[in-house]
């Protein structure tokens, strides 16, 4: 009865005797999780070779700072510059008549002014965030300011702009190569040995604007204590190389704050701040060599 029973059918209820087992059965099941295994393989491998084909991920993808996300912050901020410096240098010289044959000097002083006030928001203000708002407004303060000083420069001293931009162009490119090439690091004693010079520059400058204002410089000295000679050299010359050297070492620590942004991982906003790192040397290191060629022709 119980053998006729549908209910005892089910072959975990029948007795297993050797022999009796279908032997298809134990090989099937094998053969399919040998089969099964192997898919899975070649998905996982199929999966592999897919993620080392794919490109490597940005800095999109990633949300890290990267040196060539760095790179495109510093080159749009530059395109910002460059197109207000148009403006600054048509500006300048649309004030050139017979009777005013002298170029207006108010897009350099706008652009000086705001600039000046832009970065000490944006340097004391990143502690805290990073605006990009306010760094592409200062690109175009500064492009303001050096479109109008360049225009204002090149009316007195035609060619010298060219000069000025070759120079900067060779300081900054031997400058990069030197760090890349692992040539010239920034130093704790270096970068301390900079902070004073920079001091004793900016206490310098401030006196030379001081004394220009109140008159106590004749007017003739165009730049002030700059148009000083010592052994028949201007005082500008001697103190402007210095100063450029300054520059370049500030490109080295500019450079430096964005190769330990990106080992450290540090977030992709803070590639803007490297980017305006850099912009604010090279437009200081453009001022100062334009400074010393004027200098330079003003005395010949």
Same mark, same amino acid.
């Given at each position: 009865?119980?053998? %006729?029973?549908?209910? $005892?059918a ?24 040998t ?29 890290? !700072?990267?040196v ?17 410096a148009?403006?600054?240098?048509? +500006?300048t ?6 009777? %005013?044959p002298?170029?207006?000097m108010?897009? +350099?002083?706008? =652009? ?12 004391? #203000? ?6 990009? =708002?306010l760094? *592409?407004?200062?690109? @175009?303060?500064?492009g ?7 225009? *204002? $420069?090149?009316?007195?001293?035609? #060619? ?6 070759? @120079?900067?162009?060779a ?5 990069l190569?030197? *760090?890349? &090439?692992?040539k ?5 004693? @270096?970068?301390?040995i900079? !902070?004073?010079? !920079? /001091? ?26 700059? &148009? ?7 005082? #500008? ?13 500030s ?6 704050? /964005? ?15 490297? @980017? ?11 001022v ?13």
């Amino acid at each position: 009865m119980a053998l %006729n029973n549908p209910a $005892f059918a089910n072959p975990a209820f029948q007795e297993q005797r050797p022999g009796l087992t279908p032997p298809s059965a134990p090989a099937a099941q094998t053969s399919y999780a040998t089969a099964q295994h192997q898919g899975v393989d070649v998905a996982a491998q199929a999966n592999l070779e897919g993620m080392y084909a794919a490109p490597p991920a940005g800095a999109i993808e990633t949300d890290r !700072m990267t040196v060539e996300d760095t790179v495109l912050k510093t080159i749009g901020l530059f395109a910002i510059l460059l197109v207000t410096a148009v403006v600054g240098w048509i +500006w300048t010289l649309s004030t050139v008549t017979v009777a %005013n044959p002298t170029p207006t000097m108010m897009p +350099w002083i706008i =652009g000086g002014l705001g600039g000046f006030a832009l970065s000490m928001a944006i340097i004391f #203000g990143s502690r805290k965030k990073i605006r990009p =708002g306010l760094i *592409f407004a200062y690109a @175009a303060f500064e492009g303001l300011f050096v479109g109008g000083i360049s225009a *204002f $420069f090149e009316f007195i001293f035609p #060619g010298i702009v060219m000069q000025a931009t070759l @120079a900067t162009l060779a300081v900054v490119g031997v400058t990069l190569a030197l *760090f890349a &090439s692992g040539k010239v690091r920034a130093s704790k004693k @270096a970068t301390k040995i900079f !902070m004073i010079a !920079m /001091v004793g520059y900016l206490v310098f400058s401030l006196l030379n604007v001081v004394l220009m204002l109140v008159g106590v410089i004749p007017g003739d000295m165009m730049f002030g204590l700059h &148009s000083a000679k010592i052994a028949g050299i201007p005082l #500008g010359v001697i103190i402007g190389l210095l100063v450029v050297v300054m520059a370049a070492y500030s490109l080295v620590l500019d450079f430096d704050q /964005v190769q330990q942004g990106v080992r450290n991982g540090a977030p992709r906003k803070f590639g803007w701040m490297g @980017a305006f790192g850099i912009m604010v040397t090279v437009v200081w290191l453009y001022v100062e060599i334009l400074r010393i060629l004027a200098i330079l022709r003003g005395s010949e």
